[in-house]
Nanobody, 123 residues
Framework: QVRLVESGGGLVQAGGSLRLSCAAS????????VGWFRQAPGKEREFVAL????????SYADSVRGRFSISGDNAKDTVYLQMNSLNAEDTAVYYC????????????????WGQGTQVTVSS
């Protein structure tokens, strides 16, 4: 069993930056691929980024590539999502999720989910 807790969300102006954290407990996060997803009001939850187990691979949605960066700190059992050049379309609840497999953009493949953290970008 893995418990995931997101933090770092908040209100930021357009063009600003935020860093989200996903802290894992129960098992080492290095044993999982970790993905970030987001859900905007009235929209379905969508894939944002993922990092493979032990940080071997990363992947990004087209909408965030070049602006967001995912990284992991195995010693802290934490995965980060650095978000730069934020715009109003990035406003959403951001979730991290852990996959015992290799990770993908498909939500159904993930085994554990956090409770989410709100990111609001004001224009």
């Amino acid at each position: 069993q893995v418990r995931l807790v997101e933090s770092g969300g908040g209100l930021v102006q357009a063009g600003g930056s935020l860093r989200l954290s996903c802290a894992a407990s129960g098992r080492s996060i290095s044993r999982f691929a970790v993905g970030w997803f987001r859900q905007a009001p009235g929209k379905e939850r969508e894939f944002v980024a993922l990092i493979g187990w032990s940080g071997g691979t990363t992947s990004y949605a087209d909408s965030v590539r070049g602006r967001f960066s995912i990284s992991g700190d195995n010693a802290k059992d934490t995965v980060y999502l650095q978000m730069n050049s934020l715009n109003a379309e990035d406003t959403a609840v951001y979730y991290c999720a852990a996959d015992r497999g290799q990770g993908s953009g498909y939500q159904f493949e993930y085994d554990y989910w956090g409770q989410g953290t709100q990111v609001t970008v004001s224009s």
